[in-house]
């Protein structure tokens, strides 16, 4: 298993640029999150599904549109990106069943910056 | 307020020695979860050690153990026996809610830095 991959691991863009950061998981597991991970901020929610077709926003969702038609893959997509976004966003995916250990799993990583 | 306070910026350690990294947390729920994840300077974020609210021993993965005083809401990790390969970011985290549906969710403290002197 491959586990949780992300690409790109580097994107610079430009302000008003949009880019979709891919997600994808290999273990089908039913939740995928996003987080974004600012220095001094720890990591903070931006979206989540908790299946196929299922989203819902966290903490900081402006800015990002996400979509779940596949179980694999939850794309993030910045529509125009602004400095502010400069961020290293962290996918992470959690099977069902586990009990009240849902541990998340989490990519690699995409370290973001917009100039 | 801050649901997860991690109050140690950074802390020092000196090899082979225990060191304590601190976490309170506030919830109003009865049924949580409380996690501890680790970031090496290559930036990818190891699960460490994970303890439910309703558990009542604290718990132990090697060497890493969770000191849990469910009334003081705190949940401290402590590492034993310190390795220079230990120097990383320190996250505590909480799941609020029963496992499942939405309650997926975790809210992360702000981290501390732990670096480990030889």
């Known amino acids: 298993n491959a586990g949780v991959t992300q690409t790109p691991k580097f994107q610079v863009l430009k302000t008003g640029q949009s880019m979709t950061l891919q997600c994808a998981q290999d273990?089908?597991?039913?939740?995928m999150s996003w987080y974004r991970q600012d220095p001094g901020m720890g990591l903070r929610l931006i979206h989540y599904?908790?299946?196929?077709?299922?989203?819902d926003q966290g903490e900081v969702p402006n800015g990002y549109n996400v979509s779940r038609s596949t179980t694999e893959d939850f794309p993030l997509r910045l529509l125009s990106a602004a400095p502010s976004q400069t961020s290293v966003y962290f996918c992470?995916?959690?099977?069902?069943?586990?009990?009240?250990?849902?541990?998340?799993?989490f990519g690699p990583g995409t370290r973001l910056t917009v100039t | 307020a801050q649901k997860i306070t991690q109050t140690q910026p950074g802390m020092f350690v000196q090899e082979k020695e225990a060191v304590t990294l601190d976490c309170t947390y506030d919830?109003?729920?009865?049924?949580?979860?409380l996690f501890w994840y680790k970031q090496p300077s290559s930036g990818e974020m190891i699960f460490l050690i994970y303890?439910?609210?309703?558990?009542?021993q604290n718990a132990t993965e090697g060497r890493y153990s969770l000191n849990f005083q469910k009334a003081r809401k705190s949940a401290n990790l402590v590492i034993s026996a310190s390795q220079l390969g230990d120097s990383a970011m320190y996250f505590c985290a909480m799941r609020e809610g029963r496992s499942g549906g939405s309650n997926y969710k975790l809210t992360f403290g702000k981290g501390t830095l732990l670096t480990v002197n030889p």
């Open positions: 919830t109003s729920d009865q049924s949580y979860g």
């Open positions: 303890q439910g609210s309703y558990d009542e």
């Open positions: 992470a995916s959690s099977p069902e069943g586990q009990g009240e250990l849902d541990e998340q799993y």
């Open positions: 273990m089908n597991h039913e939740y």
């Open positions: 599904s908790v299946g196929a077709g299922i989203t």
